[in-house]
């Protein structure tokens, strides 16, 4: 199916879509001097039309919140607007689409930012929140660390304005709220700036700090494409591959001397001139008639679109030579979204695919497809999911998918043109990865080996991203049934250890202290895990059977 987002996005990259929603059917920023000049009881009106809307809309409004909060945060709302400036409104009516944690889900109001954006774009590296770029007019301030917006620190308005952030998870966030701090209506409703035609941008470059005054821009036009002469932190000469041609939707290159064959794919969708399964037929061909020992495709910029397209792509890299462990790569990222999320699942299920970079802004099973309403005042658009994509286990909750070898871009990096997932890539040896761990212990080995390694993987800063709950917790269940119960019970005690908020792991330790007899032992454990969710089922269960004998 098509994601009406995920379209959006297909060239503009998640980082984008914020603002190309706000270009629908605009021109201008002179085009919005007609919104309405609305009363509080119209305001009211609104809220509480989106308050009794958007849980009938929606396919499940309350996966990741609980009712009486969501219904607490309209109510608030709508008490306090006879209190509020419309700016104020505005960030409340994000806010509590922001509530629902879901990329797709949201409200775009273009009719009301009509003071264009302050001209530059943020980005949150590794070591902090830097000006990336920025009209030629502030070029002073370009590379430096941003350290306060505003009347914030940068932390607290990163902080702040990330309550109106529509994301799945926390790299969406981290993705879009840099692009948020640009608009002042925004900055304005959270009371950062006082005046929208004028922002105090204080920013630190060689140890010194300055402050800018920055004005607005007088037309959204450009906004879902950085102007041609904008300054950039990053020098125009020498530019690594993933800067090379961000604005075509796929290419490839071949590294002769390295024998890489490099796919960016930023869009999911198909060029007039070449659809994007025949892209990949082309690729493949040109493997088999080259060497190639590295294969990499660049998913980082690639924010969705028609998720329909992607099983012609993974279906021929399945049969190719291309998929081979330790030789293809998939490098992710903050922006890897909606319909290229669902090309993740797929690369994760069927490939040999190593990931690289950062974790995706979606959650692997997500909410998507969202459909247009209109608040009946205001006339403000807003969007709800109304389709569930289940590409993977049901039980598969994780916030992202994470990358086996994490490699973040610092300030530095992006300043001398260094690509660190690619740099991660190619200085790739063999190593032991978790699956290996668990067949050395499962054959038999002394599960003490075993420990001490997984240690060190979960010590190793390439791994910080992969979260083993449920491979461990697979593992015990193996070592549980293979009747080596004093062994799965090291292994559960393992797992609390990492995973002390799960109730999950407290339930499987009781089982294996139940299976080894210890009753006490286990209804201890199943009562931390009630702690943890009053409603765990198998807990329940569990407990009930014990002190009922």
Same mark, same amino acid.
């Given at each position: 199916?098509?994601?009406?987002?995920?379209?959006?996005l297909?060239?503009?990259?998640?980082?984008?879509?914020?603002?190309a929603?706000?270009?629908?059917?605009?021109?201008?920023?002179?085009?919005?001097?007609?919104?309405?000049?609305?009363?509080?009881?119209?305001?009211?009106?609104?809220?509480?039309?989106?308050?009794?809307?958007?849980?009938?809309?929606?396919?499940?409004?309350?996966?990741?919140?609980k009712?009486e909060?969501?219904?607490?945060?309209?109510?608030?709302?709508?008490?306090?607007?006879?209190?509020? &400036?419309e700016? +104020? #409104?505005?960030? !409340?009516?994000?806010? $509590?689409?922001?509530?629902? /944690?879901?990329?797709? @889900?949201?409200?775009?109001?273009?009719?009301?930012?009509?003071?264009?954006?302050?001209?530059?774009?943020?980005?949150?590296?590794?070591?902090?929140?830097?000006?990336?770029?920025?009209?030629?007019?502030?070029?002073?301030?370009?590379?430096?660390?941003?350290?306060?917006?505003?009347?914030?620190?940068?932390d607290?308005?990163?902080?702040?304005?990330?309550?109106?952030?529509?994301a799945?998870?926390?790299?969406?966030?981290?993705?879009i709220?840099?692009?948020?701090? &640009?608009?002042? +209506? #925004?900055?304005? !409703?959270?009371?950062? $700036?006082?005046?929208?035609? /004028?922002?105090?941008? @204080?920013?630190e470059?060689?140890?010194?700090?300055?402050?800018?005054?920055?004005?607005?821009?007088?037309?959204?036009?450009?906004?879902?494409?950085?102007?041609?002469?904008?300054?950039?932190?990053?020098?125009?000469?020498?530019?690594?591959?993933?800067?090379?041609?961000?604005?075509?939707?796929?290419?490839f290159?071949?590294?002769?001397?390295?024998q890489?064959?490099?796919?960016?794919?930023?869009?999911?969708?198909?060029?007039?001139?070449e659809?994007?399964?025949?892209?990949?037929?082309?690729?493949?061909?040109?493997?088999?008639?080259?060497?190639?020992?590295?294969?990499?495709?660049?998913?980082?910029f690639?924010?969705?679109?028609?998720?329909?397209?992607?099983?012609?792509?993974?279906?021929?890299?399945?049969?190719?030579?291309?998929?081979?462990?330790?030789?293809f790569?998939?490098?992710?990222?903050?922006?890897?979204?909606?319909?290229?999320?669902?090309?993740?699942?797929?690369?994760?299920?069927?490939t040999?695919?190593?990931?690289?970079?950062?974790?995706?802004?979606?959650?692997?099973?997500?909410?998507?497809?969202?459909?247009?309403?209109?608040?009946?005042?205001?006339?403000?658009?807003?969007?709800?999911?109304?389709?569930?994509?289940?590409?993977?286990?049901?039980?598969?909750?994780?916030?992202?998918?994470?990358?086996?070898?994490?490699?973040?871009?610092s300030?530095?990096?992006?300043?001398?043109?260094?690509?660190?997932?690619?740099?991660?890539?190619?200085?790739?040896?063999?190593?032991?990865?978790?699956?290996?761990?668990?067949?050395?212990?499962?054959?038999?080995?002394?599960?003490?080996?075993?420990?001490?390694?997984?240690?060190?993987?979960?010590?190793?800063?390439?791994?910080?991203?992969?979260?083993?709950?449920?491979?461990?917790?697979?593992?015990?269940?193996?070592?549980?049934?293979?009747?080596?119960?004093?062994?799965a019970?090291?292994?559960f005690?393992?797992?609390?250890?990492?995973?002390?908020?799960?109730?999950?792991v407290?339930?499987?330790?009781?089982?294996?202290?139940?299976?080894?007899?210890?009753?006490?032992?286990?209804?201890?454990?199943?009562?931390?895990?009630?702690?943890?969710?009053?409603?765990?089922?198998?807990?329940?269960?569990?407990?009930k059977?014990?002190?009922?004998?």
């Amino acid at each position: 199916m098509k994601r009406v987002a995920g379209n959006l996005l297909r060239k503009v990259g998640f980082l984008s879509a914020f603002f190309a929603l706000l270009l629908i059917g605009l021109g201008s920023v002179q085009a919005q001097n007609t919104a309405p000049q609305m009363t509080a009881a119209q305001w009211q009106a609104d809220v509480k039309f989106l308050g009794e809307e958007m849980p009938k809309r929606h396919k499940n409004l309350f996966h990741r919140m609980k009712r009486e909060d969501f219904e607490s945060a309209v109510k608030q709302l709508h008490d306090r607007v006879p209190q509020m &400036t419309e700016d +104020e #409104i505005i960030v !409340g009516l994000m806010k $509590i689409t922001a509530m629902v /944690k879901d990329g797709h @889900t949201n409200v775009i109001p273009r009719e009301f930012f009509r003071s264009g954006t302050f001209p530059f774009k943020l980005y949150q590296f590794s070591d902090g929140l830097f000006v990336q770029k920025a009209a030629t007019e502030y070029a002073e301030m370009v590379g430096g660390r941003v350290v306060k917006i505003g009347n914030l620190n940068a932390d607290e308005a990163l902080k702040q304005v990330g309550q109106a952030a529509f994301a799945d998870n926390e790299m969406g966030v981290r993705e879009i709220v840099p692009l948020m701090l &640009t608009v002042p +209506e #925004i900055l304005a !409703g959270f009371k950062i $700036i006082g005046d929208k035609q /004028k922002l105090n941008l @204080t920013v630190e470059t060689g140890g010194k700090q300055k402050v800018f005054e920055i004005k607005p821009t007088g037309t959204l036009e450009n906004l879902n494409r950085i102007p041609a002469d904008w300054v950039d932190a990053a020098p125009k000469t020498n530019q690594p591959l993933y800067l090379k041609d961000r604005d075509n939707m796929y290419w490839f290159e071949y590294i002769k001397d390295r024998q890489m064959l490099y796919v960016q794919h930023n869009g999911i969708g198909n060029k007039p001139d070449e659809p994007v399964a025949q892209f990949y037929k082309r690729v493949i061909a040109f493997a088999e008639a080259n060497p190639v020992e590295i294969f990499v495709i660049d998913l980082r910029f690639n924010g969705g679109g028609n998720n329909t397209l992607n099983r012609a792509v993974v279906i021929d890299l399945i049969k190719s030579r291309l998929n081979r462990r330790g030789k293809f790569f998939v490098i992710i990222g903050r922006e890897t979204f909606s319909a290229a999320q669902n090309l993740v699942n797929l690369l994760e299920r069927y490939t040999e695919a190593t990931f690289v970079g950062e974790p995706t802004a979606a959650h692997p099973n997500h909410y998507g497809d969202n459909r247009p309403f209109t608040l009946p005042n205001s006339k403000l658009t807003v969007r709800a999911s109304t389709l569930w994509w289940q590409d993977l286990d049901p039980r598969d909750e994780r916030f992202w998918t994470a990358p086996e070898i994490a490699a973040e871009t610092s300030s530095e990096d992006y300043r001398k043109n260094i690509d660190p997932p690619l740099e991660a890539i190619l200085n790739y040896k063999p190593g032991t990865t978790f699956a290996d761990l668990t067949a050395e212990a499962t054959s038999g080995r002394d599960l003490s080996v075993f420990i001490k390694k997984y240690r060190e993987f979960k010590a190793n800063p390439q791994r910080r991203f992969i979260n083993t709950e449920s491979p461990l917790n697979q593992f015990g269940y193996q070592l549980l049934n293979a009747g080596r119960i004093d062994e799965a019970i090291e292994i559960f005690k393992l797992n609390v250890e990492y995973y002390p908020n799960s109730a999950n792991v407290y339930d499987s330790l009781g089982d294996a202290y139940q299976a080894a007899g210890k009753k006490d032992e286990a209804v201890k454990a199943y009562e931390k895990a009630l702690s943890i969710n009053p409603n765990y089922p198998s807990s329940l269960e569990a407990i009930k059977k014990l002190k009922g004998q």
